[in-house]
């Protein structure tokens, strides 16, 4: 069992930044892939990131470049920096967890509760 616990949404102006946080406790965090989903209003959920355990990452392809997904294995912290946010990024964003790493970008086992952003145009 993994529990995940995000951190860090909240109201920014488009264009500003945000770090969201996600807090992992439970088995051991090296052995999990860790990801971050998002999901807008009316909207399915929807990968966003995900980064490997020994820190190898991937992107949405609208992502890239302004996203930047990272982790402390020692603090057992998973960060999504969000840069030159837009409108659009508008949702609530899930931290998730999967041993797999072709699994935690669609169907991963473990989820967090969300943290909402609002981004503001």
């Known amino acids: 069992q993994v529990q995940l616990v995000e951190s860090g949404g909240g109201l920014v102006q488009a264009g500003g930044s945000l770090r969201l946080s996600c807090a992992a406790s439970g088995r051991t965090f090296t052995d999990y892939n860790m990801g971050w989903f998002r999901q807008a209003p009316g909207k399915e959920r929807k990968f966003v990131a995900a980064?490997?355990?020994?820190?190898?990452?991937y992107y949405a392809d609208s992502m890239e470049g302004r996203f930047a997904v990272s982790r402390d294995n020692a603090k057992k912290m998973v960060y999504l920096q969000m840069n030159s946010l837009k409108a659009e990024d508008t949702a609530v964003y899930y931290c998730?967890?999967?041993?797999?790493?072709?699994?935690?970008?669609?169907?991963?086992?473990?989820w967090g509760q969300g943290t909402p952003v609002t981004v503001s145009s």
């Open positions: 980064i490997t355990w020994l820190s190898t990452t």
């Open positions: 998730a967890a999967d041993r797999s790493v072709e699994k935690l970008q669609t169907t991963p086992g473990y």
